[in-house]
């Protein structure tokens, strides 16, 4: 239906050609014995008879209805499929450029409505830029096709994949993929979701796992755990993270220093380390001989490198 009921309104003529004064005038659904619901004003808040009398002076129908083909009965005579117009205020107005103004639009996420800022619509045509993707339900280090190398973590050497959120998006499982060796002889392995500051010189732990020898302890798998804490110093206990659209994030992967060996992952080799250097820089790797994931990072102590991790963030 319609915002507004259309306007009908026009002198009606008898086959002899005069005013069809005062008459009483059926109107029915077009082809149809139904009567039409007719109402006084364009916003359907007064309800008129059908039949309805033309103007006992001017011989004027003047009446609302949904926009539509109606027939006209006036005693024997009948008037075929006269058309009852969309009223203008239907029609949001152009602006100064010739676009209609945002305000104006349907804005949602049902039939008929206009895509808007995180509609599902959309999600899945943002797209992937170079520095990272989402997904309408998953955030990305680097699209699945271009992690088709692979890289080892080394032990006490945090290794982050930068990637923009390209919506908002809540997350609280993290998941690499492991495709070589395991790692070995690990105390503490983690993932773990850092965001960059205002002041785009700290990453800053908002989400990790679980501190867990078997993450990466198997054969080409899956490896999928959930956030259980923010990684502050004094760790607070949570479930999810908000990703926000347009921020920038790290996707950290680590294994203690005391670990034999680091598992072999999935990801990208970009072939030198200053090819991920260029802004955005696509990951970091940094500092040595750490115990556990730090709180947060100075960017300023951490190297670039080619090595870029795959990593994904889901609900």
Same mark, same amino acid.
């Given at each position: 239906?319609?915002?507004?009921?259309?306007?009908?309104? $026009?002198?009606? &003529? &008898? $086959?002899? #050609?005069?005013?069809?004064?005062?008459?009483?005038?059926?109107?029915?659904?077009?082809?149809? /014995?139904?009567?039409?619901?007719?109402?006084?004003?364009?916003?359907?808040?007064?309800?008129?008879? /059908?039949?309805?009398?033309?103007?006992?002076?001017?011989?004027?129908?003047?009446? +609302?209805?949904?926009?539509?083909?109606?027939?006209?009965?006036?005693?024997?005579?009948? %008037?075929?499929?006269?058309?009852?117009?969309?009223?203008?205020?239907?029609?949001?107005? *152009?602006?100064?450029?010739?676009? @209609?103004?945002? =305000?104006?639009?349907? %804005?949602?996420?049902?039939?008929?409505?206009?895509?808007?800022?995180?509609?599902?619509?959309? *999600? #899945?045509?943002?797209?992937?830029? %170079?520095?990272?993707?989402?997904?309408?339900?998953?955030?990305?280090?680097?699209?699945?096709?271009?992690?088709? !190398?692979?890289?080892?973590?080394?032990?006490?050497? %945090?290794?982050?994949?930068?990637?923009?959120?390209?919506?908002? &998006?809540?997350?609280?499982?993290?998941?690499?993929?492991? @495709?070589?060796?395991? !790692?070995?002889?690990?105390?503490?392995?983690?993932?773990?979701?850092? *965001?960059?500051?205002?002041?785009?010189?700290?990453?800053?732990?908002?989400?990790?796992?679980?501190?867990?020898?078997?993450?990466?302890?198997?054969? $080409?798998?899956?490896?999928?755990?959930?956030? @259980?804490? /923010?990684?502050?110093?004094?760790?607070?206990?949570? !479930?999810?993270?908000?990703?926000?659209?347009?921020?920038?994030? #790290?996707?950290?992967?680590?294994?203690?220093?005391?670990?034999?060996?680091?598992?072999?992952?999935? #990801?990208?080799?970009?072939?030198? /380390?200053?090819?991920?250097?260029?802004?955005?820089?696509? =990951? +970091? !790797?940094?500092?040595?001989?750490?115990?556990? &994931?730090?709180?947060?990072?100075?960017?300023?102590?951490?190297?670039?490198?080619? =090595?870029?991790?795959?990593?994904?963030?889901?609900?």
């Amino acid at each position: 239906m319609a915002t507004y009921a259309g306007r009908y309104a $026009e002198a009606l &003529l &008898l $086959e002899d #050609g005069t005013l069809a004064k005062g008459v009483l005038v059926t109107v029915h659904v077009a082809g149809t /014995n139904t009567l039409a619901t007719l109402y006084a004003d364009h916003t359907r808040t007064i309800l008129i008879s /059908n039949p309805v009398m033309t103007d006992p002076a001017s011989g004027m129908l003047d009446f +609302y209805a949904d926009p539509g083909l109606y027939d006209l009965t006036a005693a024997t005579e009948v %008037v075929y499929a006269v058309p009852v117009v969309p009223d203008a205020r239907e029609y949001a107005d *152009l602006d100064a450029s010739g676009r @209609v103004p945002y =305000a104006r639009l349907p %804005v949602g996420t049902g039939p008929g409505t206009v895509a808007a800022a995180d509609d599902p619509r959309i *999600l #899945g045509a943002a797209g992937y830029t %170079v520095s990272g993707g989402t997904w309408a339900w998953r955030a990305e280090t680097m699209h699945r096709l271009w992690a088709g !190398s692979y890289l080892t973590l080394s032990p006490g050497s %945090v290794l982050v994949g930068m990637f923009t959120a390209d919506v908002t &998006l809540s997350t609280g499982l993290l998941t690499t993929f492991l @495709v070589g060796g395991a !790692s070995a002889g690990v105390t503490t392995a983690r993932m773990g979701l850092y *965001l960059v500051d205002s002041a785009g010189s700290n990453l800053v732990c908002i989400g990790r796992t679980a501190a867990d020898p078997t993450l990466w302890a198997g054969t $080409e798998e899956i490896c999928s755990r959930r956030i @259980v804490d /923010n990684g502050a110093s004094s760790p607070t206990s949570i !479930s999810t993270v908000s990703l926000l659209r347009g921020s920038r994030y #790290g996707f950290a992967v680590f294994v203690d220093t005391l670990a034999e060996a680091g598992p072999t992952l999935a #990801g990208t080799w970009l072939g030198a /380390n200053f090819l991920s250097g260029m802004p955005p820089v696509l =990951a +970091y !790797s940094g500092p040595a001989g750490d115990m556990d &994931l730090r709180p947060s990072y100075a960017i300023g102590a951490l190297t670039f490198t080619g =090595a870029v991790v795959y990593g994904a963030a889901t609900p």
